[in-house]
C-alpha cells in the first residue's frame, strides 16, 4: 500500500491497482480513500482521468478518540529562546517579586508555625515552660547545695583569719573594764571572739556572737546562744557554752556532728586559752521548742550538778529543719596558749 499523493494541478494521477488508499494525516488523523464512483465492480479505476477522492469521517467517528495538541513550532521555539536570552539578568518584575513564596529556613519554620493548630502550640509553649522552670530549679538547687557552701567557706576562712591575726597582735576584741584587768569582755552581736575545733571531723570553724541566721550562721560560723537564750562562755567557772551551726548549706560547719562518739573532742580555742571538751551524751531528735537543752545543767544531758560544759546544736534530718539533733561535752582541759596546742589538736 502506498500513500497517496495530493492532485496537482494540470496533471492526473496514475492509475493503481488497489481500489482503497490509506492516507496518514500529520499527527493524529488516519484517512481512508472512497473508491471512484466511476470504477467498476471489482472496484479498479476506470482509467488514467479517474481522480481520488477523498471524504472526512463522520465526526461521530472522533468521539473519545484523544488528540494532543501540536506543540509550538520551530518559528516559535527560537523565538522563545531568544527571548530568555535578552532576559537574562533581569530583576523580576515589582508583581513577580510578591507572588514569589517565601524561601530559606526561617520562612518554612514561619509557615508551619502559622499553619499549627491552637492546640499543638499551646502544648508547646507548655513544654517550654517546663523545661524553663527545670533549669531554674537546677539552679537553684546548684546554688544552695554548692555555691552557698563557697561563698560560706570564703566568709569563715577570712573571719578565722581576722581573729588569729587580731590575737598574734595581743587584741582579744570586745569591750572591757578598764578598771578590771581580769575582765574578759563582751562582744556584740556577729562579732567573732573564738574558733572551734572538732578534729575527728576535720573542722575549723570561727565562733561569733549570736545566732541570727543572716548575720552569723548563713557566713558558715558557729553561732553562740545570747539574749533570752543566753549562755556561758568557756571562761566562765561554770555554765554551759551552747553553740548552733548549720548542718546542710552555707559552710554546714556542723553537718557530721551526728557521727561524733563518747569520748571524742572538742576544742574551743580563744586569744589566750585552749579549751577542750569530751563528747559525754545526744539527743538524736528534739524539738526546737526544748530551749531546756542548752540550761546551765542542760536537761537530758546526764549531767547533775553544775559544771563547764558545751552544747552543740543544728538541724536534722538532713536538708529539713523540723527538729533539733543535740550533743553535750564537758570540759576535761583548759590550757593556756602559752604552753602550745592541746594534745586533741597534735592527733595524741
Not at 551552747?242 to 557530721?256: K, Q, S
Request: aromatic share 6%; with cysteine; proline share 9%.
Amino acid at each position: 500500500m502506498t500513500a497517496v499523493r495530493p492532485e496537482s494541478r494540470g496533471a492526473q494521477p496514475e492509475p493503481e491497482d488497489e481500489s482503497s488508499y490509506s492516507v496518514y494525516v500529520e499527527d493524529t488523523m488516519r484517512l481512508r480513500a472512497l473508491p471512484d464512483p466511476a470504477a467498476g465492480a471489482s472496484g479498479t479505476p476506470a482509467g488514467p482521468d479517474d481522480t481520488l477522492q477523498l471524504r472526512l469521517p463522520e465526526p461521530s467517528l472522533w468521539a473519545g478518540v484523544p488528540v494532543e495538541p501540536a506543540g509550538p513550532g520551530r518559528a516559535e521555539r527560537r523565538r522563545a529562546a531568544r527571548g530568555q536570552g535578552r532576559g537574562r539578568g533581569r530583576h523580576p518584575e515589582p508583581e513577580e517579586a510578591a507572588v514569589r513564596p517565601v524561601a530559606g529556613r526561617h520562612g518554612r519554620r514561619a509557615a508551619a508555625a502559622a499553619a499549627e493548630p491552637l492546640g499543638v502550640k499551646l502544648v508547646r509553649a507548655a513544654g517550654e515552660l517546663c523545661v524553663t522552670l527545670g533549669v531554674l530549679l537546677l539552679l537553684f538547687v546548684s546554688y544552695q547545695l554548692w555555691w552557698t557552701n563557697v561563698r560560706a567557706h570564703q566568709a569563715a576562712d577570712g573571719a578565722t583569719n581576722r581573729l588569729e591575726e587580731q590575737w598574734s597582735k595581743g587584741n582579744a576584741g570586745g569591750t572591757r573594764d578598764p578598771d578590771d584587768p581580769r575582765d574578759p569582755g563582751t562582744f556584740a552581736p556577729g562579732e567573732g571572739f573564738a574558733v572551734i575545733w572538732i578534729p575527728k571531723l576535720d573542722v575549723k570553724a570561727p565562733i561569733a556572737e549570736g545566732t541570727d541566721k543572716h548575720s552569723v550562721l548563713d557566713k558558715g560560723e558557729v553561732g553562740h546562744y545570747t539574749g533570752e537564750l543566753q549562755s556561758a562562755m568557756p571562761w566562765d567557772k561554770t555554765g554551759n557554752f551552747a553553740l548552733a551551726a548549720h548542718r546542710n548549706t552555707h559552710g554546714e560547719p556542723f553537718r557530721y556532728i551526728n557521727r561524733l562518739a563518747v569520748g571524742d573532742k572538742v576544742v574551743v580555742e580563744t586569744a589566750e586559752t585552749y579549751y577542750t571538751y569530751e563528747i559525754t551524751s545526744a539527743l538524736p531528735q528534739t524539738p526546737p521548742s526544748n530551749v531546756s537543752v542548752i540550761q546551765p545543767i542542760p536537761v537530758g544531758s546526764g549531767f547533775t550538778k553544775p559544771g563547764r560544759y558545751i552544747t552543740l546544736t543544728t538541724c536534722t534530718p538532713e536538708f529539713h529543719s523540723t527538729y533539733r539533733l543535740i550533743l553535750w561535752g564537758k570540759m576535761v582541759e583548759e590550757r593556756p596558749r602559752s604552753k602550745g596546742k592541746p594534745d586533741a589538736l597534735l592527733g595524741s
